[in-house]
């Protein structure tokens, strides 16, 4: 038996696998594969409408928010954000901390100004700074909901009324929030929401068009919103993946459900740990990560001892960021809470045998 721990392209339910591979060689009985379709036939059309009409319903989005499917990774939109939202003259707030956050603010330098208001850098990134103000001018405010590197997670979402931008890549869909209450969302799909090669980004159509940038028409949000996310060829069995894994978001019960059970996950694994001294939890305790848990141990022999142990047990994906080192556990939406038994019996008898 396998177990898929891995942060990031990470796994996915097994029906989506199974429908996603039965799409690639004959879908929706057309008896074409789906990466032979032009994405402008019906068949296509009706995949981005219900991927789009998925994302609305499942964070109940307001009507006037904006869905779209586009390339280049989370890590494109560390500057299609700020080529969008900020002009030179203006300042943005970002908060750091993390490694990905760190990203988007040096990608954010290079069309405005940056105010980080806070800052966990000092310290390793093992917590989420409290006491910052986020200045009322600005022209948003940027942070990182879920630190994928550093197992941290911001459970509450700030007091402000400049507009809001999170970067939701390791943890959108994973518990309910006010979405509603985000300008501008954006997720790389591989960790909890489908295939590599596509983002998911959520607009209020409102905040565009304010500054005096002109930009190629693929990094203009409006014209991705004119064209229906078919600006030009979408990733498209990317996002038939991401529609396939919300449509059995769906059917757990929604993102409530799911996070009930991903809460499940975390407490036993959050629980084993702090019963075990032989492992370490490296973040805050208020900020640690449903999603993401890291910690080492003392010994570096150990941890090798560890690692081998979950290889030889059909783990897959324990090993830390090389960042940080030691373990990181990844919990998202498609990890079974089995899973997670299967892992904590091996620790408990882990730490037995060398405690
Ligand atoms: C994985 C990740 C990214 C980078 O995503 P790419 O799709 O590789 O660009 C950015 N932010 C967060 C929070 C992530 O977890």
Redesign the pocket.
Known sequence: MIHNFNA?PSILPREVFQQASEAILNFNNMGLSILEIGHRTDAFQAVMDEAQSLVKELMQLDANKEVLFLHG????QFFQVPMNLLDESQTAAYLDCGV?GSKAIKEAKLFGKVNVVGSSKEKGYTYIPKDYTIPASVAYFHY?T???VEGTEMHAIPETNVPLVA?M??DILSRAMDFNRFALIYA?A??NIGA?GV?LVIVDPSILGKTNRTMPSMMDYREHIKNGSMLNTPPVFAVYVCMLTLRWLKQQGGVSAIEAINKKKASLLYDTLDSLPIFKPTVAKEDRSLMNAVFVMDDAELEKEFLATCKANGMYGVKGHRSVGGFRVSLYNALPYESVVVLTDLMKDFANKKG
């Open positions: 990031g990774g989370a890590s494109t990905w990182t879920n630190n994928t970067d890549s390791s790389g591989q960790k590599a983002n």
